[in-house]
C-alpha cells in the first residue's frame, strides 16, 4: 500500500524559510517520480515542484525558482522541499504525490499523479 506523509508545515513570517519532508512507504523512490503541489485558499492546486525516479529531473513552477530546492534521501525514502525567502503568495496547503515512473521524467500536473498524502499547511504571516 503507497503512503505518503507530508510534515514540516508551520506559521512563518515573510522572508523565513520551511523544510518540508514527504516520508514514502510501499514503495522506493527510485521506482517514482515525487511532486509538490500546493493549493492556496480560493484557488486550484498548482505543482511547485517535482523530481524523477531517476534522480536527474527536478521541475519548478516560475514563481519559486531559486528560493525552493527539492531534493531526496532514499535511504530514508524522503523527499524534501527547503522554501527559502518565503512569501505571504506561498501560503496554502502542501501535498506531495507519487507518479509511477522508470523513465527519467516528473511533472507538474496534477492530474499525473495517482497517490497522495493528507498536506501540510504553511503559512506565511506577519
Known amino acids: 500500500q503507497e503512503q505518503l506523509v507530508e510534515s514540516g508545515g508551520g506559521l512563518v513570517q515573510p522572508g523565513g524559510s520551511l523544510r518540508l519532508s514527504c516520508v514514502v512507504s510501499?514503495?522506493?523512490?527510485?521506482?517514482?517520480?515525487i511532486g509538490w503541489l500546493r493549493q492556496a485558499p480560493g484557488k486550484e492546486r498548482e505543482g511547485v515542484s517535482c523530481?524523477?525516479?531517476?534522480?536527474?529531473?527536478?521541475k519548478y513552477v516560475d514563481s519559486v525558482k531559486g528560493r525552493f530546492t527539492i531534493s531526496r534521501d532514499g535511504a530514508k525514502n524522503t523527499v524534501f522541499l527547503q522554501m527559502n525567502s518565503l512569501k505571504f503568495e506561498d501560503t496554502g496547503v502542501y501535498y506531495c504525490?507519487?507518479?509511477?515512473?522508470?523513465?527519467?521524467?516528473?511533472?507538474?500536473?496534477?492530474?499525473?499523479?495517482?497517490?497522495w498524502g493528507q498536506g501540510t499547511q504553511v503559512t506565511v504571516s506577519s
Open positions: 504525490a507519487s507518479l509511477q515512473d522508470y523513465t527519467d521524467y516528473c511533472g507538474l500536473t496534477e492530474r499525473e499523479y495517482d497517490y
Open positions: 523530481i524523477s525516479s531517476w534522480g536527474d529531473t527536478i
Open positions: 510501499g514503495f522506493t523512490l527510485d521506482m517514482y517520480a
